[in-house]
Structures are given as structure tokens and as C-alpha cells.
């Protein structure tokens, strides 16, 4: 990934922490939930979709009710902590100055693998809980 | 000694090999040294052509949009159209990726473009879509649900407020849209072992192949976006190819993988409208 700044513009990882500052100020004061969005494919199948619960988990985390988040999708919870989190410590590093930590290919990756992996792994939990219901 | 001029075909006198004039037509004539070692035989690849890694484009160069100050933004915007959507190969293997910025822009506009025709298509029709969207809704299965909702309104363009919004959104929607795909793209190409140049890459491509997305303008609701979003798909998967250096195999992979995701959404959608739309037909019938 790029490196942060280049001639004082942001670079791809300012970008990327905006999305996810702007994500949780979209969680917290918009009113996501009362656009009642139901998802074709649990509409089809009864089934939720790989993504579905993503909404209520990042509204939920931003109000404080981590069991809520949790419940509504793992990944989800995991994905809108991650993100806050990331802004946060993008800022204290573009405040302090110091370059974006460099990480080997591997090391992406890994990382990668380990997303896409999580991904499935809640899809297959949710799958789960759904039938158990 | 007694040289001959290949472009004259006269002979001269000279007393020294390399690179001299000839004394009757002037032009450069470069005289071997037969004493000279030969050159060395080029040294064999590391890589075969294409593996990931090596350089293929013998030179990189900027999208004519990197040089619309000079050219001006509609010719430079076209040019770049024209090369991302037409000839996507040639394009994306020579194309510089040191400058993601450029590639956004060029995203970001595109795409706001399109969804302002398509709010301005919206709110044209809006009354009537309203009164299809509602009728169909009638006739799914816990449709009822959505009745008089924000999702009917916004989907129709009821209000001038939503209209407003989405005029004003647009862009940043757009910019969200780019960077969250190109992430995406991004985690499939690292775990398919196609992301050798690393994120600017990825998101050059996105970038420049949201290009197509503005085939969504079009005054045809729905298919527009059907060709644009199939077009965008063809142009990112050649763009990672030749931009990541991969090959088709991996790069078609790591475009469609996602899409298979949000095609089991769109196939489970597209069965609701049919099945809503063929009871209308045995209720209306």
C-alpha cells in the first residue's frame, strides 16, 4: 500500500480511515435501521446472505452494545471495530508524523487469507444460528 | 585503410573504426572494429514474459486524464474513456500506477455523472415507478413490508429532498464505492497470488475502469446498468492482468469471486421481481 502522505495530500491509507471515521458517524446518528431493507436472498431462501447483519452490527457497535453487534453478524462487529480502530490509529499516526509501517508481501497476504477466511467462517455461523432458530 | 559508406555506397580513406562522417555524402557511417570482442549474448530471463514481477511495457506513461492541464479535461477525459473501455490491454500495461489519484478522479466522475442522470431519470418518472414499485410489492411475499417506506420513495424519486441528496451524494458515494472495491479486489488478488504491484495497482484499474459505470447515463433504466456493470467487470479483469502483471486465469478469479457474492443477492432479487411479476399476471389474467 501506498505510503501515507505525499506533498501534504492524503494518501490511500488517510483515504481508507476517512471511510472508515465516516462509517462510524453514519452508524451512530443516521437512521440506517428505518430504511427497512430486507435482503433478497433471505427474502428467497429464508437464508441470510454472506453480508447480511453487516448494517446492524456496525449501528449496534456504534452504540455501545457490543453483544448486540455480535449477534447480528461476528464479522461485521469484527469489521466496524477494526475500521474505528484503524482511523483512530491512522490519525495519532499522521499527527505524530510517522510513516505508514511497511509489511511484506507475505505478510498482506497472510492477512488476506485470514479476511477471506473470517468471511467464510461467519457466513457459516450464521448459516448456523439461522437453521437453529 | 579503405571504407565503404552504406548510404552513398563510396569508398574513403580512414585511419580509425567507430562512428565518422563520410567525406562525400555526409552522412554518419559507423565502421566495426573486427578486433573488437563480440557483444555479450543477452542474459537470459529470470522470469518468462508475463511472470508476475517483470515489467512487460517497455515504458510507462501517463493517462492522457494525468495531462488534462495541457489538454483540457473534456479531451483528456475522453482519450482516457476511450483507452480504458476500447482498448483496455494496451491501456492498463502501460499506464503509470504511481498516480492512484488520477485513476479515482477519473472514477469519481464517471460514476457521479451516471447516477446523476439516473436520479434525474428517477425523478421523471417517479410517479410512475412509484405506482410500479408498489403494485409489485403487493404481489411479493412480505412485501407489504416495504410499502410506503424510504426504499419506494428514494427507488422512485418521490421526494425533492431524497432527489437532492442524491444529487449531493454522488460523488462520495463514488469514492467510497472505489476504494471499498478495490480493497476487495485487492484481497482476492493477494490470496490468488496476483498482486505483485502491490494496492496503487489495483486501484489504478478500479479507477480507471469505473470509466464504463458512465455507460449507466444511458436513458435505458436498468439495462444500462446491466451493460455498464458487465463492461466494468471486463475492463477490471483484463486492467488487473496486465497492471498486476498475472495471468487471465487469476485476474478473472479475482473479479468474479466478489461478484459471485453479490450475484447470489441479485439472482435471489431478480427471482422476487419474476415471481412477483408472474402473479400479476395470474391475478390480472
Avoid at chain 2, 49 to 56: E, R, S, Y
Avoid at chain 2, 167 to 193: E, K, M, N, R, T
Avoid at chain 2, 227 to 234: D, P, R, S
Avoid at chain 2, 259 to 277: H, K, P, T
Wanted: glycine share 10%; with cysteine; net charge positive.
Amino acid at each position: 500500500m501506498a505510503a501515507g502522505r505525499r506533498g501534504g495530500r492524503p494518501g490511500i491509507p488517510e483515504v481508507f480511515a476517512l471511510i472508515g471515521a465516516a462509517s462510524f458517524l453514519a452508524a451512530r446518528f443516521l437512521p440506517l435501521l428505518g430504511i427497512h431493507s430486507e435482503c433478497p436472498f433471505r427474502l428467497a431462501t429464508g437464508l441470510p446472505c454472506a453480508t447480511c447483519g453487516m448494517t446492524h452490527a456496525f449501528v449496534a457497535l456504534a452504540r455501545g452494545d457490543l453483544a448486540g453487534a455480535w449477534a447480528a453478524s461476528p464479522l461485521g462487529a469484527g469489521l466496524a471495530g477494526g475500521a474505528w480502530l484503524y482511523a483512530l490509529l491512522d490519525l495519532a499516526r499522521v499527527g505524530l508524523g510517522l510513516p505508514w509501517p511497511s509489511l511484506p508481501q507475505r505478510a498482506w497476504r497472510a492477512l488476506a487469507v485470514a479476511t477471506l477466511s473470517a468471511a467464510a467462517l461467519n457466513w457459516a455461523w450464521m448459516l448456523w444460528c439461522a437453521r437453529m432458530a | 585503410m579503405l571504407a565503404r559508406c552504406v548510404h552513398c555506397q563510396k569508398t574513403f580513406d580512414t585511419d580509425r573504426f567507430g562512428v565518422q562522417p563520410c567525406p562525400h555524402c555526409g552522412q554518419q557511417v559507423h565502421l566495426a572494429d573486427p578486433t573488437a570482442p563480440p557483444p555479450a549474448p543477452p542474459a537470459p530471463a529470470a522470469y518468462p514474459p508475463g511472470a508476475p514481477g517483470v515489467p512487460w511495457a517497455a515504458a510507462e506513461a501517463d493517462a492522457p486524464f494525468a495531462q488534462r492541464a495541457t489538454l483540457g479535461w473534456v479531451r483528456a477525459y475522453l482519450d482516457t474513456w476511450k483507452l480504458a473501455c476500447l482498448q483496455p490491454s494496451l491501456f492498463f500495461r502501460s499506464v503509470k500506477i504511481t498516480s492512484p489519484g488520477n485513476a479515482v478522479l477519473f472514477g469519481v466522475i464517471s460514476m457521479t455523472v451516471a447516477s446523476w442522470f439516473q436520479t434525474l431519470y428517477g425523478a421523471l418518472m417517479g410517479a410512475a415507478t412509484r405506482g410500479m414499485f408498489q403494485e409489485i410489492l403487493k404481489q411479493v411475499p412480505q412485501g407489504d413490508r416495504f410499502q410506503d417506506t424510504w426504499v419506494v420513495q428514494w427507488m422512485a424519486g418521490a421526494t425533492a429532498i431524497g432527489t437532492v441528496a442524491q444529487l449531493i451524494a454522488a460523488p462520495f458515494v463514488s469514492l467510497v464505492w472505489i476504494f471499498i472495491w478495490a480493497g476487495i479486489y485487492q484481497l482476492f488478488l493477494l490470496v490468488l497470488g496476483a498482486a505483485s504491484r502491490g494496492f496503487e495497482a489495483t486501484l489504478t484499474v478500479v479507477g480507471y475502469a469505473s470509466g464504463a459505470l458512465l455507460i449507466g447515463a444511458a436513458p435505458v433504466p436498468g439495462l444500462a446498468n446491466l451493460v455498464a456493470g458487465t463492461w466494468f467487470i471486463f475492463a477490471a479483469s483484463i486492467g488487473f492482468r496486465e497492471a498486476q502483471r498475472t495471468t487471465s486465469a487469476k485476474a478473472w478469479a479475482a473479479t468474479s469471486l466478489p461478484f459471485l457474492a453479490v450475484c447470489l443477492c441479485c439472482c435471489a432479487a431478480g427471482w422476487l421481481m419474476i415471481f412477483g411479476l408472474s402473479s400479476l399476471k395470474v391475478h390480472g389474467g
